[in-house]
């Protein structure tokens, strides 16, 4: 009987939907993303209540189905267009903070002898745009699902706190003008709501500043995925691993990505269609999330956390400083 349970998906699915219609009722009370607070919750339930075998099936389709689905649908967030409102010092500084913040993690998981994944996805999502960003390139890499939850949680919340600091850095601390207060803030934190809520809070040129370069950095995406594939394909950086790539080195749920960013590139469909497929991307990865939630304990928290907290927040720093710096050798 119980095998039987276990083997219909509904209750898994439905209890990640539940999870996941909370966290997008609770976002919209407190400055935290619903993914991360999804994950959260998801720690919360799975460490205070036993949920059984019943609950396996659904979570695994959750992690193995709607995962790969929200990412592919995500490529209708990008429009390549956006890149002609850049100036070539603003894709240079684009580039070359997300090159050091990725490679730096690298440097830190050697220097901490820490897992090498782990540390990649937090570079991965601390320079270019959060759980997005992780959520597009942890099965590339072949990161563990308890580090992916714990990953997002962390870059989320120094994004939330550098929505509040970065302000006071750039104007009060580096004296820079509403433009550059404006770069810094979009190439530095990792969501997109976060680089408004802070950019605005300084007025309406380094909100709309922030929001354009934001946007670069979000179509660099596309190019580290692909390099990623390339990388991986040919390597093994971490032979324990959970790798989960296809044989041919290219999963179906990127061509799918890359796809679907051509259909805002290049306005195959209405924007307001548009519109509808980005927030259906939105909810499933917040479900998958809260998916990736349920399966993490508090003894791999209290194992990973602090180091990986330390580490995102030294990757975090170090973005901020090159970043300040380029900008105020290049204004």
Do not use: W
């Not at 998801?42 to 396996?56: A, H």
């Not at 100036?87 to 580039?95: A, D, H, K, P, T």
């Not at 990649?120 to 960003?133: D, H, Q």
């Amino acid at each position: 009987m119980g095998k039987r349970n276990n083997s219909i998906p509904v209750y898994g699915v439905a209890l990640c939907i539940s999870i996941g219609m909370a966290a997008l009722f609770i976002a919209g009370y407190i400055p935290i993303g619903a993914t991360t607070i999804a994950i959260l919750l998801g720690i919360l339930i799975s460490n205070s209540i036993s949920l059984g075998e019943i609950f396996e099936k659904g979570l695994q389709v959750t992690e193995k189905q709607i995962l790969p689905f929200a990412i592919a649908l995500m490529g209708v967030n990008l429009n390549f267009m956006v890149l002609r409102g850049l100036g070539y010092q603003s894709i240079l500084l684009i580039i070359a903070a997300m090159t050091v913040t990725i490679f730096s993690s690298l440097l830190l998981a050697k220097i901490f002898k820490f897992d090498t994944n782990f540390a990649l996805l937090l570079g991965i999502g601390n320079g270019i745009c959060g759980s997005s960003a992780i959520a597009a390139t942890e099965e590339i890499i072949g990161a563990k699902k308890e580090n992916v939850g714990l990953s997002i949680a962390i870059v989320n919340f120094l994004g939330t706190i550098g929505i509040f600091l970065l302000p006071i850095i750039s104007t009060a601390i580096l004296k820079f003008n509403h433009i550059n207060s404006g770069m810094l803030i979009g190439n530095t934190l990792q969501a997109i709501g976060q680089v408004v809520a802070a950019g605005f809070s300084i007025g309406e040129i380094a909100g709309q500043t922030a929001t354009i370069v934001k946007m670069g950095r979000i179509l660099m995406l596309t190019p580290v995925v692909l390099i990623l594939l390339f990388v991986f394909s040919k390597n093994k950086l971490t032979p324990g691993a959970e790798r989960k790539t296809k044989k041919n080195g290219v999963p179906l749920f990127i061509i799918g990505f890359i796809f679907f960013s051509l259909i805002p590139t290049f306005d195959l469909l209405p924007k307001e269609i548009i519109a509808i497929i980005g927030k259906i991307s939105q909810i499933a990865l917040i479900i998958a999330m809260a998916g990736i939630g349920l399966k993490i304990t508090f003894a791999s928290v209290m194992r990973d956390g602090k180091s990986a907290l330390l580490i995102g927040s030294i990757i975090f720093i170090i973005q901020i400083l090159f970043s300040g710096s380029m900008i105020f050798y290049l204004k």
